[in-house]
């Protein structure tokens, strides 16, 4: 069955990096996009970012542009989402979720992780 | 910025049918879906394309969609349905995506 764990969560001060993994098993990564999208605490769902299949096409949200990169290894079968820049405001779980499609736009994220925790604090 | 509306809470007795609306500009022309997220769990798929149900997911939970509102209706609510429930879908040029604000569903 598919399988998405999430990992690399943890507490990082203001103005930092950190590099989030999400490890698939159960499908064929490479041929499926990916989403990660986050929840503060206590808040709604926030989509963040999309990657196609193959790596040739990523998407943005307004709030993580410019400071959150995605990318995918096929050979590993794995996600990856760097974060620079971190503020306060970036404190959330944050979840990888499995495209249902391998077309060059988001669709609806149909099999989620359950979340890694990023506590941006000083 | 593109934004989806959903009612901050529905509370409905068990057996009885809850319906929460999503408002959106773009949803006259774009797919919704919508997930369920219990207390502490990731986001469960309930409805994608509008109305299509995924395996496992039980017949009480249907979705469909006109003009610029989609619904998901469940029919005969159970207390384990209660949770938070989030409509999905993409801007209008299709290559973001944009989440509801949720809305609190209770089966009391």
């Known amino acids: 069955q598919v399988r998405l764990v999430e990992s690399g969560g943890g507490v990082v001060q203001p103005g930092g990096s950190l590099r989030l993994s999400c490890a698939s098993s159960?499908?064929?990564?490479?041929?499926?996009?990916m989403h990660w999208v986050r929840q503060a605490p206590g808040k709604g769902l926030e989509w963040m970012t999309f990657i196609r299949y193959d790596g040739s096409r990523k998407y943005y949200g307004d709030s993580v542009k410019g400071r959150f990169t995605v990318s995918k290894d096929n050979s590993e079968n794995t996600l990856y989402l760097q974060m620079n820049s971190l503020t306060t405001e970036d404190t959330a779980v944050y979840y990888c979720?499995?495209?249902?499609?391998?077309?060059?736009?988001?669709?609806?994220?149909?099999?989620w992780g359950q979340g890694t925790l990023v506590t941006v604090s000083s | 910025s593109y934004e989806l509306t959903q009612p901050p809470s529905v509370s409905v007795s068990p057996g009885q049918t809850a319906r929460i609306t999503c408002s959106g500009d773009?949803?006259?022309?774009?797919?919704a879906c919508w997930y369920q997220q219990k207390s502490g769990q990731a986001p469960l798929l309930v409805i994608y394309e509008d109305s299509e149900r995924p395996s496992g997911i039980p017949e009480r939970f249907s979705g469909s969609s006109s003009g610029t509102m989609a619904t998901l209706t469940i029919s005969g609510a159970q207390v384990d349905d209660e949770g938070d429930y989030y409509c999905?879908?993409?801007?209008?040029?299709?290559?973001?995506?944009?989440f509801g604000p949720g809305t609190k569903v209770t089966v009391l």
């Open positions: 159960g499908f064929d990564f490479s041929i499926y996009g």
């Open positions: 999905y879908s993409t801007d209008r040029r299709g290559n973001q995506g944009i």
């Open positions: 979720a499995k495209d249902p499609g391998f077309g060059e736009f988001p669709g609806s994220p149909d099999y």
């Open positions: 773009a949803l006259s022309k774009k797919f």
